[in-house]
Every structure is written in C-alpha cells, then in structure tokens.
C-alpha cells in the first residue's frame, strides 16, 4: 500500500470512541488520519498544507452537522463522504445532493470499508485532474484569444502574414522579458484607447 501511504483521510465524528476505533484501524492499513470532534475542527484542519484527500464525516453531530461540515469542506476543495448510523432514503438522498463520494454504515467494520474508501479516493482525485485539466485549458484558451486578435491587428497594420505578425508579437514580448500574452494585452487597451479617441475626434468634427 506504498501509494496509499501518501494519501490522508480527514475523519470527523462528535462520537470520540468510533473516531478513535476508526482511525486507529485506518492508520493500520497504512493511512495519514487527522481527527475532528465536530464540524468545525475538521474545516481547521481541512484548511492546512496539504489539504487532505478525502473527509470522512459522520452525518449527524450535536453542533454543525455533517452536510453542512461537507458543503463547506467542498468551498475548500475537500471532497468528502459519510458515515452514518442511519441507512433511511433521507439520509441517502442528502448524501448525494452533496456530491458525496461514498457512505458508510455504522458500526464500521475497517477492513470491509476500504473498498468503499478506495473508490472515493479515485474518484476525488479523478474529479481534481479533470477540473485542472479545465483550468489549464481554460487558461490556454483565454491566452490564444486575445494573441490572436492581436496577430490579426498587426496583420493588417503591417501587410504581413500570421506568422510574421506572431514574431513581431513574440519579439517584442523577448526584449522585454515578459510574457507574449501580457504584450498582447497591453497591445489590445493601446488599441482600443486609440480607436475610442478617433471616434471621438470625427464626431467631434461632425
């Protein structure tokens, strides 16, 4: 389990027998466990360097209840799942609502739970590659926007083709040492001051 070794549950119960017993066979099996007696010690310890891989939150505590622990775990970035005593449809449908990972029933046998556990962490870090994979691109996508609009200026300014106009770009940005697509941005305000300041020139003249 070298590759579990590395990944960390987060385990939030008001209960400090289950929590102890739960964490004491997880640690067994090869897992960081950080514990919380309620809703609020767990989104201190969610918020720590680095986060952890997955909460584990009992769904009903005496102070700030599970769903509400998880719906703030998730503004954080924590995904999380639960478990319960209770296996009603409720419960269930709440769970889901919150885009919950898995759920567990108590009594909590560890070793039968970890198959359950496994599959979360997967789909929580298969959540998290997919939502930096938008990001990135997402990035790239707002970069070649407004490059592009800039190439096709200097295309028409200059009488050259894409690619000339693009060095002209690359070049400017080198001798500055900054990047093509905050050249590119300053290009674009320049231009458009001035095309806004032309525009009120001939109506002025109108």
Known sequence: MDSEKRQTLLLIDDDSLVLATFA???KELGYEVLLAGDGRK????????????????????????????????????????FFSAYDDEESVEQAVAEGAMGYLLKPIDVEKAVPTIKAALKRAQDLRESRDAEKRLGGALETSNVVNVVVG???????????????????????????????AEEFLDYWERFNRLQTGKRADQS
Do not use: C, W, Y
């Open 153 to 183: 200026i200097l295309m028409e300014r200059h009488r050259v083709d894409r690619q000339e106009a693009f060095d002209l770009l690359r070049n400017r940005a080198r001798s500055e040492r900054r990047k093509v697509k905050e050249v």
């Open 24 to 26: 004491k066979g997880l």
């Open 42 to 81: 767990g989104l201190q310890l969610a918020a720590s360097e680095p986060p952890p891989d997955l909460a584990i939150i009992d769904m009903r505590m005496r102070e700030m209840s599970g769903i509400e622990t998880a719906r703030r775990l998730k503004q954080l970035g924590v995904p999380a799942m």
